[in-house]
Nanobody, 128 residues
């Protein structure tokens, strides 16, 4: 049973940076797709970034390209999201997601919620 625990959220001024971490436990797989999603009040959950674990290929929604970086830390068993040049519109609850499957060959599918089978509880990011 895969468990995901997010940390690192908080409040920051526009232009600032935050690093989110997703601690992964219970996974026996080495080549999965993992992602960060976000959901703002009244809006649908949006895929922000995804990574093919073990392979390193990454995927980003256009609105965060050049500002956010997703990576895996094998020593710590985490998938991290470094967010820079934050904007008020980045304010949302951020969720870590894990897929039983590898990342899809069609890039956009990796930012869809239905590709993922396990979810964390979320961490709040507020940009003012």
């Amino acid at each position: 049973h895969v468990q995901l625990v997010e940390s690192g959220g908080g409040s920051v001024q526009a232009g600032g940076s935050l690093k989110l971490s997703c601690a992964v436990s219970g996974s026996e797989y080495t080549n999965n797709c993992m992602a960060w999603f976000r959901q703002a009040p009244g809006k649908e959950r949006e895929g922000v970034a995804a990574i093919s674990t073990g392979g390193g290929r990454t995927y980003y929604v256009d609105s965060v390209k050049g500002r956010f970086t997703i990576s895996e830390d094998n020593a710590e068993d985490t998938v991290d999201l470094v967010m820079t040049s934050l904007k008020p519109e980045d304010t949302a609850m951020y969720y870590c997601a894990w897929s039983l499957w590898t990342c899809a060959t069609v890039d956009m599918l990796n930012l869809r919620a239905n590709h993922y089978t396990s979810w964390g509880q979320g961490t709040q990011v507020t940009v003012s």
